[in-house]
């Protein structure tokens, strides 16, 4: 059987999966669709926020950026990850104690504010359709490479399949869905590392094969993949430059990602749907458990990739002269087509040159071997998807991994649209356009929300604005800098206000896209910026993809002080603060005063 | 017995300010531990950490890109075993 029809196979398999689960678990009440019904088990649920949560970027970029950051690309690891202890000490039991169904409801009636309220509605639509554009384009990417399609017809092909589970389903059908996607993209990401990291270090585990010895060379793996690399001119893999600045922008990175993982709305209503306040801590936990089985995988498919790529250009050692373009093997001609990987032979002498031709220490060698600039150009994005075809696995797991990085994208993407289409239908409509609409009216209004999401994720998908990829960056850090402070603000301080809330959000927002703006900027229009975007143009030396942060720091200082110069917080606020920290109903909550 | 029903919102007070200074001290504990493995070993700790080799790399590669992940889940986990058992006996526990 071809590979083509083998992709055909699986992925077709999978999707016909996907959408009997969605009409098996239709939901037929605004809970059902908001919360599924909040009967889901823990490890069920776990499951679910993992797939929500591990979009294109986890299954198929973030290898590709460790592969060819190494140590840098840490932030990514411990930033997505470390989000998840602030939500489950933080947030998470106590939304689900708050008991209602959108993160704008939480924020609008503990500052009793419909300020506050939309402020929050805002920041999430903007956060989330910037997510969703991303999502959209992974899944046009994949179908063309793997069902030989053009890249429009892969993305209506996925617009409808996500329409079918989503607006049908809800929140019931997704949850059931994205257990069954988080099942097939666990799959196809560890089945490649494992093998991969059998053939170059004979251990089974890729997370501990990284740490053990290269068995070609008998050397520490990471030892001999920082010999090749620095033998090419590239910085040690295990190492960052140590300059104050970066060493002070990984941090704020890293803290920018963990508070905007914990403030992004899609993550945090999966809380709502367990049946109770003590599920809610242990479903964090097994979300957790779920996204390290990829997370402590990845770094070992970044580093093992890199030294195959290494070792596949240079098959007699990176001292000698690298691989004829005529004897390349067929995973580098199938990615050629694609465009992703390309090769220009600007010295004509038919040898692949692949060298970092920016290092000047290295220049003289690479004159000396008459070398005239690197000649081959790799998307970091492809390193998961080919990683199959490098190590030369059978063709099966070559069409799970298609269809693995198929259920990654689509389930974030049915996840965003969700929560867009609750903020909508609940908080726009219900909140405050129309509070006496009808349960049915209310329902149907959320799947038409739903259905004009897609149609405009679809569109964009088609036609990506030009800053797609620097909005994720603005994603996080609007969700960081406005929602996570609100959140956790609301449920330890009860001396914060609603004009204290107000003011925190509006500043924190505010200050993070001017930043932003200033420096990739006005609205992502190209030579609008008024500073170069590197840490030596920014101000504090922090970059903007850092910037979060600060505008999160910001947010609870303004909060803080507005609150204390204004009038205290009613007493009935007080009471819902209290009960929300109390996880036994309302009852013993209202025995306080 | 009487004395005990009428001191009872009292005492529901007094217990839930325990209760809540409780959970606060334990988040701070499990937020130490939090920064530590990540900020601390992972990033800015990581010069102090050096000598120590595992396999290739050192210590505090390993956190970046191992250690502080697992470190994490045994932190929620810890978190959600000491809370749950903490609403018991504070008896806030749902049913």
């Known amino acids: 059987m071809d590979q083509y029809t083998l992709n055909l196979l699986v992925v077709g398999a999978t999707f016909a999966l996907y959408i009997g689960i969605a009409v098996w678990a239709r939901a037929g009440s605004t809970s059902e669709f908001y919360a599924a019904g909040r009967g889901v088990h823990p490890v069920t649920n776990g499951m679910a926020t993992a797939a929500d949560w591990m979009s294109a970027a986890s299954f198929i970029s973030m290898a590709g950026l460790i592969a060819f950051g190494g140590y840098g690309a840490s932030s990514f690891l411990m930033g997505w990850t470390g989000g998840y202890v602030l939500l489950a000490l933080l947030l998470a039991p106590y939304l689900r104690k708050f008991g209602k169904f959108t993160v704008p409801e939480f924020i609008g009636d503990r500052f009793y504010s419909p300020t506050a309220r939309l402020v929050a509605v805002i920041c999430l639509i903007v956060a989330s359709v910037t997510y969703v554009i991303g999502q959209m384009t992974g899944v046009g990417v994949a179908f063309s490479r793997f069902l030989e399609v053009s890249n429009s017809t892969g993305l209506f092909i996925g617009a409808g399949v996500v329409f079918l589970y989503a607006v049908l389903g809800g929140m019931k059908g997704i949850t059931y869905t994205q257990v069954a996607q988080y099942c097939v993209l666990i799959t196809a990401y560890t089945i490649p590392a494992i093998f991969i990291s059998l053939q170059l270090t004979g251990n089974p585990i890729p997370g501990l094969g990284l740490f053990s010895t290269h068995a070609a060379s008998g050397e520490p793996l990471l030892g001999r993949l920082n010999e090749v690399v620095q033998e090419l001119g590239f910085g040690a893999y295990t190492e960052q430059d140590g300059t104050p600045s970066s060493v002070i922008n990984m941090t704020l990175f890293t803290f920018s990602l963990m508070i905007g993982t914990a403030g992004l709305p899609h993550v945090i209503i999966r809380f709502f749907t367990v049946p109770r306040v003590a599920d809610a801590r242990w479903s964090a936990g097994w979300a957790l458990v779920f996204i390290a089985l990829l997370y402590l995988t990845a770094p070992a498919v970044g580093a093992m990739a890199r030294l195959n790529l290494v070792d596949t250009i240079y098959p007699n050692g990176t001292t000698e002269q690298p691989l004829a373009y005529a004897d390349r093997p067929e995973w580098i001609s199938n990615w050629e087509v694609t465009g992703l990987l390309s090769f220009e032979d600007k010295n004509g002498d038919g040898l692949i040159q692949w060298y970092n031709d920016g290092d000047e220490a290295f220049a003289a060698t690479a004159a000396e071997r008459g070398w005239q600039g690197s000649e081959l150009t790799v998307n970091r994005d492809i390193l998961v998807l080919a990683n199959p075809e490098i190590a030369g696995l059978p063709g099966w797991v070559i069409a799970l991994v298609a269809a693995g990085g198929l259920a990654a994208a689509l389930s974030t993407a049915a996840g965003l649209l969700l929560a867009i289409s609750s903020a909508v239908s609940h908080d726009l409509i219900k909140g405050q356009l129309n509070p006496n609409i009808s349960e049915k009216g209310e329902l149907l209004a959320a799947r038409i929300a739903m259905a004009v999401a897609i149609a405009v994720a679809t569109y964009l998908g088609l036609n990506p604005p030009g800053f797609a990829a620097q909005t994720v960056a603005l994603a996080f850090g609007l969700a960081a800098a406005s929602i996570f402070p609100a959140l956790m603000m609301g449920i330890f301080m009860k001396r914060i206000n609603n004009k204290g809330a107000v003011a925190g959000m509006l500043a924190g927002l505010i200050f993070t896209l001017v930043y932003i703006f200033l420096h990739k900027g006005w609205f992502f229009i190209p030579g609008t910026a008024s500073f170069p975007d590197t840490i030596q143009g920014s101000l504090f030396g922090i970059q903007s993809t850092a910037i979060g942060s600060v505008g999160a720091i910001l947010n609870f200082a303004v909060a803080y002080f507005v609150s204390n110069a204004t009038e205290d917080t009613p007493e009935e606020i007080k009471a819902l603060v209290e009960s929300v920290r109390i996880p036994r109903g309302a009852g013993a909550a209202a025995a306080d005063h | ?95």
């Open chain 2, 1 to 95: 017995m009487a004395d005990q029903i009428s001191n009872s919102p009292a005492r529901a007070a007094e217990s839930g300010k325990g209760y809540w200074a409780a959970n606060v001290r334990l988040i701070i504990g499990c937020l130490i531990v939090w920064a530590l493995v990540s900020f601390g070993f992972g990033i800015l700790l990581r010069p102090l950490l050096s000598g120590i080799p595992v396999g290739g790399a050192d210590l505090g590669f390993w956190f970046a890109q191992q250690g502080s992940i697992i470190v994490f889940l045994c932190l929620i986990f810890f978190y959600a075993w000491r809370m749950n058992k903490l609403d018991r006996d504070y008896g806030v526990d749902e049913e």
